[in-house]
């Protein structure tokens, strides 16, 4: 590892020597990158339940450097966790060199060696990725290669293992995708106006059995096939994986094999949408390390059936998808009335209808360690559901404005509990948002959101979530072109404990200029769940200044 990284160090300088002397204009290449900072300060609050800190300013940072000369790229990524944001695990407390790599690639194939991310299809059985805002990296650490034989035809092959934090996961991972594009490869309007194409994946995981009680596989294979076709005003695709038995942390040891299987269908025309996803997940928590928890070192990725709301009260209670078994649909159809009718008015009108909903399997065990689950069968347990309605209007070329109802319900026991009988219930809301923005002129705008949360639970849950009613505001005033002064007041009026009916306020300043980007800010964060695309991560109470710098070069 350390010649490696000195290798890289050595090659980059060299590089910047002589490219400095060559000026920036010769043909030696040149260099790019990106720097992020995210620190914040902590305060005690015990009405809030944000604990005491030791160490009472904590940050994350990364810093980017890549070099570029042809077909040849090199880079590296230094990280720090001095010590780790709140909500972010600890064990990434620390600083170093997380990310390097080299990569050369032409018209016929391409080669990495080092770190890389990669995703096979929708990433049923393989997705490597990184998501900052939830301490989320599971980059792979080995070699990579793609060929590209003829038109329409993509090769990609993997090998190596993954990223644990600040160490690699005991896994060795070996994969294989095929892509296939049939119109490119025989022809295009074969199919019409339609383009088909297809795929298929394999991994392998290799992991040696050290369990003294029960015979472990040590070799775990994983396979999917999937087809999409594109027409001019439809689209289908569908993939299906199937894992072979994997028992470990995740699956309470099942001998049972896994699947998955995804299906989306869209229908698009001008002025119309329609869209339908169903999908449906058995014992697909696929991982690199039969003893990993929580989130650590997952290989699969399940692309998340519930809309990804930006409203904040709306977001209260958001959906972890369920690698082990569910099941569920989302179908959202959009309209606009047209301009100058009398529902569309002078600017026309657009209506967005979502409903997304997801159970459990309909199981039996039929062993200590296996159970029995028809490929059709569905549970009676609802996980989550979530309706809603978004209406867009814009009455005057300067005003515009949107309004929005939701209705959620919303698992404790198994999103937040694992399960754990007795331990919460359901949440239950109804949500309204109203948000308006008006144009001053070319340099000023305001935006204004008002939002009101209805929320009541089936039982109080033992780990005391803050329950009740809730009233938002939001006021961001832009100065054109690259300030926002932004302020927001989430108000738990409805808390069954008059103590903790707080304000959890926020007020922040931040300037844009090219690709620099940076804020400062000071407020509330209340405790909850935070997720992005379906993963999820738990998030403390905390309250402070924080300071958010980005920029690239």
Not at 7 to 12: D, G, R
Not at 102 to 111: C, Q
Not at 251 to 257: A, E, I, R, T, V
Request: charged content about 15%.
């Amino acid at each position: 590892m350390k010649r490696i990284l000195l290798y890289f160090l050595v090659v980059i300088l060299i590089a910047s020597l002589v490219t400095s002397v060559a000026n920036a204009q010769s043909d030696l290449g040149g260099f790019s990158g990106s720097f992020q900072l995210e620190g914040q300060t902590y305060k005690s609050d015990s009405l809030m339940e944000a604990k005491k800190v030791s160490e009472q300013i904590q940050s994350n940072g990364y810093f980017n450097l890549n070099y570029n000369n042809g077909g040849l790229t090199a880079g590296i990524r230094y990280e720090y966790y001095l010590n780790p944001l709140q909500g972010i695990d600890t064990r990434y407390k620390g600083q170093g060199i997380a990310y390097r790599y080299a990569n050369y690639s032409n018209d016929f194939i391409e080669v990495t060696a080092g770190n890389f991310y990669e995703q096979f299809g929708s990433g049923m059985i393989f997705r490597a990725y990184e998501e900052k805002a939830l301490g989320w990296d599971n980059a792979m650490d080995g070699a990579r290669f793609k060929v590209y034989p003829t038109d329409g035809i993509e090769v990609v092959g993997i090998w190596g293992t993954q990223r644990n934090y600040w160490t690699q996961g005991a896994g060795v991972i070996r994969g294989g995708d095929l892509n296939f594009s049939l119109n490119e490869l025989l022809g295009h309007g074969i199919f019409g106006a339609a383009n088909l194409t297809a795929g298929a994946s394999v991994v392998s995981v290799y992991q040696q059995d050290r369990d003294l009680l029960l015979k472990m596989p040590e070799n775990v294979l994983a396979w999917s096939g999937r087809a999409a076709l594109l027409g001019d005003k439809y689209s289908v695709d569908a993939e299906y994986s199937y894992k072979y038995n994997a028992p470990d942390a995740s699956n309470k040891n099942s001998f049972n094999p896994g699947y998955g299987f995804i299906l989306n269908g869209s229908y698009f025309t001008s002025g119309f949408s329609a869209n339908l996803g169903l999908h449906k997940i058995d014992n697909m928590d696929f991982r690199s390390d039969r003893n990993a928890s929580k989130a650590d070192l997952m290989l699969g990725y399940i692309p998340p059936l519930t809309k990804l709301h930006s409203y904040r009260l709306a977001t209260m209670y958001p959906y972890a998808t369920q690698f082990n078994g569910e099941a569920g649909l989302q179908a959202e159809v959009d309209y606009k009335f047209a301009r100058n009718t009398f529902l569309g008015g002078a600017y026309g009108t657009d209506v967005a209808v979502n409903y997304s909903l997801v159970y459990n399997l309909d199981s039996s065990k039929t062993g200590d360690y296996t159970y029995d689950s028809p490929f059709f069968g569905i549970g009676d347990d609802l996980y989550f559901q979530d309706f809603n309605i978004n209406l867009q209007h814009k009455f005057s070329s300067d005003f515009k404005g949107a309004f929005t109802y939701f209705n959620q319900k919303y698992n404790i026991d198994v999103i937040e509990n694992s399960g754990a009988p007795g331990a919460g219930g359901y949440v239950y809301t109804n949500i309204l948002v109203a948000e308006g923005t008006y144009r001053f002129t070319n340099k000023y705008s305001l935006k204004v959101e008002l939002e009101h949360q209805w929320a009541s639970l089936d039982t109080l849950t033992s780990h005391n979530i803050i329950n009740g009613n809730w009233f938002g505001f939001l006021a961001e005033f832009t100065i054109s072109p690259g300030w926002y002064i932004t302020f927001y007041d989430d108000w738990n009026y409805g808390n069954d404990e008059s103590d903790r009916q707080i304000h959890y306020y926020n007020g922040s300043l931040a300037f844009t200029t090219g690709s620099t980007r940076l804020s400062l800010g000071y407020g509330r964060q209340r405790a909850g769940i935070l997720c992005v695309g379906g993963v999820c991560r738990q998030v403390p109470a905390s309250n402070g200044f924080y300071l958010s710098v980005n920029t690239a070069f």
